[in-house]
């Protein structure tokens, strides 16, 4: 091993994986070598959500996060939520309210929503604009990402 790398182990989606980290990259770069690319880097700086991904049920900005850091963590991405082919509530609302348009910012704010109706299963207009204030959508897609974070609210409190 040489001395730019550290071994990590970590649950990665459900499965234990066991690779090198380079000290050098974040956790985005480490989620790309593993072709996970649904966390994207784009202001790199900590303020667009686009690289969003939980670790140990926080979410984080993968952009800033050092890959390293992962050891003995438990990650989640968005290409958890659709593991077993079936578009979870919040995937299938976004769809269907049409949040997006270029989709660039789109998995984090879908990784937001779920984490939000973790913890409120039936937020209000201005919880969700706070929750999701630290995501930015530059095609502006805003009032249909919080229509459909409410629809995915209804039909999650249906099931
Ligand atoms: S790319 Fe990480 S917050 Fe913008
Ligand atoms: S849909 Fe284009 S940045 Fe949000």
């Known amino acids: 091993m040489n001395q730019h790398a550290k071994s990590i182990s ?30 994207r880097e784009s202001c790199g700086q900590g303020l667009c959500g686009c690289c969003t991904v939980i670790v140990d049920d926080m979410a984080v900005s993968g952009c800033l996060y050092p890959a390293a850091f992962v050891d003995g963590k438990i990650v ?7 593991h077993d082919v079936t ?9 269907d309210k049409g949040a997006f348009q270029c989709g660039f910012c789109t998995s984090g704010f879908v990784l937001m929503a779920h984490k939000l109706l973790e913890q409120r ?31 995915a609210a209804r039909k999650m409190a249906r099931t």
């Open 76 to 82: 989640t991405t968005i290409e958890h939520l659709d």
């Open 121 to 151: 299963p039936m937020p209000t207009d201005d919880e969700i604009k706070d929750y999701l204030a630290g995501n930015l959508c530059r095609c502006a897609a805003y009032p249909e990402i919080i229509n459909a974070v409410k629809s």
């Open 87 to 95: 578009l979870s509530p919040v995937q299938q609302a976004f769809i």
């Open 10 to 39: 970590f649950v990665l989606n459900g499965s234990k994986t066991e690779m090198l980290a380079q000290t050098h990259e974040n956790l985005v770069e480490l989620l790309n070598r593993l072709d996970l690319c649904g966390a």
